[in-house]
């Protein structure tokens, strides 16, 4: 990844480090290997994830590791470990950093991938949902996304999914002979992701039974609507069920464009996930977002107005000062490349239009001999000597 696509990445990330800075949200820095377990049992056994997408191995001290196809178990694994239960329970994170799926590649779908993720710890309120979800569209807004959709939905909790879970199994039993090889697999084990399946999804979403949330999550829920109603545009989509197991009550997903590798970003709450890898009863909510997808949705860049200077020597006997000179110009703040004192003058200027330097700075025997350089600006052509001490003073001034 270079040129433009690297810099929007970069700005991405600055983007959402602004952000992320005036919501108090702190970073945490998480390993890229793991133990393969952790996220076995958190990212879930029935997710296409854990069953065929992780990149795992053994290491030369027999421990099975995967590189990490998600940040979420990561995080909940350090809140776990350095005791933040007891210290400080209520904890908002985030992460920037590579993530690897074996999955076939295309457009917005890679095997390694940049996640930019949130994750509020030790908060139930529905606040902390509506939060985290007007901060990922804080962050689309100062990078400049504009054209997506928001889809949201409530999975329910311990109490009323398992009722949900029956009243689709029952529904389902009686296609099971037609849903593909996976589906028939997912039926007992995790229904809702049959309604999530690329095959067999659509035609089932119109029919199936409708969730029935307990008192307390659609309370939860309506809560969430509330605030973020005004705020942000919002659609309830009842079929949004998200590929991981630990989910619970709300669900989100940030959508650009009509393909299936639309999801710019996406995320939940997940009350169970920290009690369910041996921590506290601390409930959570983050999501996570593709960065290449993100700047893909962006289109293009708005090019950077930078003035920059590339410095040319004429001569051997020269070079040392022309060295000197981009060295002191660097210290003065100006953007300076050069040194490229093998080729000719041609070649040097070729490079410095390559370059998109704005101004270019000659280095000949005169300049040395004086103590001065020669500025040429390269839009319009127009070139003067300056003594060196007033070199950056001028580049500064010409507008
Ligand atoms: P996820 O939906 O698996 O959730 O991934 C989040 C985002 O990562 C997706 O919406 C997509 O933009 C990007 N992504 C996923 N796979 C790829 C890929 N192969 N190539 C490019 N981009 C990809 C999670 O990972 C959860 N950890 C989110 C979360 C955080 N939930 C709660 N906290």
Request: glycine letters at 8%; hydrophobic letters at 40%.
């Amino acid at each position: 990844i270079f040129g433009p696509e690297a810099a929007a990445l970069t700005a991405l990330e600055a983007a959402a480090r602004k952000v992320f800075k005036l919501y108090g949200v702190k970073e945490l820095r998480i390993p890229t290997v793991e133990l393969k377990e952790l996220f076995i049992k958190s990212t879930g056994t029935t997710t296409d994830i854990v069953q065929k997408e992780m990149y795992s191995f053994e290491d030369a001290g027999h421990r099975l590791l995967a590189l990490r196809p998600e940040g979420t178990p990561g995080v909940a694994r350090a809140y776990i470990e350095n005791n933040f239960t007891q210290a400080a329970p209520v904890q908002q994170f985030f992460y920037i950093g590579n993530m690897f799926r074996a999955e076939r590649p295309q457009a917005g779908r890679y095997r390694e991938f940049e996640q930019i993720g949130a994750e509020f710890l030790g908060n139930p309120a529905p606040a902390a949902d509506a939060q985290a979800i007007l901060l990922l569209k804080d962050i689309m807004q100062a990078f400049g996304v504009k054209n997506y959709s928001v889809k949201i939905n409530s999975l329910g909790c311990e109490k009323c999914r398992p009722l949900y879970r029956q009243a689709l199994i029952d529904y389902l039993s009686s296609s099971k002979d037609t849903l593909c090889e996976t589906c028939q697999d997912r039926l007992e084990r995790n229904p809702l992701r049959v309604l999530d399946c690329k095959i067999d999804g659509h035609r089932f979403a119109e029919g199936a039974p409708k969730m029935k949330l307990c008192p307390e999550c659609e309370e939860h829920f309506n809560e969430v609507k509330r605030l973020l109603d005004g705020k942000i545009p919002y659609i309830v989509d009842t079929s949004l069920v998200r590929g991981l197991d630990y989910y619970t009550r709300t669900v989100f997903e940030f959508q650009a464009g009509d393909k299936s590798q639309n999801a710019i970003a996406a995320g939940g709450r997940y009350d169970s996930l920290i009690k369910s890898m041996g921590g506290a009863d601390i409930p959570a909510v983050g999501w996570a977002m593709g960065a290449e997808r993100t700047c893909l949705a962006l289109g293009s860049l708005p090019a950077e107005e930078e003035v920059k200077v590339y410095v040319v020597s004429l001569e051997k006997s020269c070079n040392e000062y022309a060295f000197n000179v981009m060295q002191n110009l660097r210290a003065d703040g100006i953007i300076t490349e050069g040194g490229l004192f093998e080729k000719n003058l041609k070649g040097q200027m070729k490079q410095a239009d390559r370059t998109k330097a704005r101004f270019a700075v000659i280095i000949g025997g005169e300049e040395t001999a004086r103590g001065s350089a020669k500025l040429k600006d390269l839009t319009t052509g127009e070139q003067k000597d300056y003594p060196l001490d007033a070199l950056a003073g001028a580049i500064k001034n010409i507008k």
